[in-house]
């Protein structure tokens, strides 16, 4: 059975940084496109970052978010620096069959994603 647990977030000023990490259980990571996605309240589930052959960046978060992946742990990390209020969202870590089946694209395709972690809450204040 696939699992995903996020852990990490938190609350921070704007400028600082926290560090996401999602355990994942029942599988390999490094098999799997791996992603970021997060939703902030009364928007849309949006992509942050994703992992398989490459890594995936979306442009908002650019230059600030860097996604990564432990295979020893089995764990995919989000690293968030310089970060700005509007960061403030639910984070969600998601899990895809098939690294090859990365790419920027599936930034904007939640529904893609067949396995969810219950998320985790960063509050970004000014």
């Known amino acids: 059975q696939v699992q995903l647990v996020e852990s990490g977030g938190g609350s921070v000023q704007a400028g600082g940084s926290l560090r996401l990490s999602c355990a994942a259980s029942g599988y390999t990571v490094s098999t799997f496109c791996m992603a970021w996605f997060r939703q902030a309240p009364g928007k849309e589930r949006a992509g942050v970052a994703a992992i398989g052959i490459s890594t995936y960046t979306a442009d908002s978060v650019k230059g600030r978010f860097t996604i990564s992946r432990d295979k020893a742990d089995n764990k995919v990390y989000l690293q968030m620096d310089s970060l700005k209020p509007e960061d403030t969202a639910n984070y969600y870590c998601?899990?895809?069959?098939?690294?090859?089946?990365?790419?920027?694209?599936?930034?904007?395709?939640?529904?893609?994603?067949?396995?969810w972690g219950q998320g985790i809450l960063v509050t970004v204040s000014s």
């Open positions: 998601a899990a895809r069959r098939g690294p090859w089946g990365c790419s920027a694209t599936m930034l904007g395709a939640a529904g893609q994603f067949e396995y």
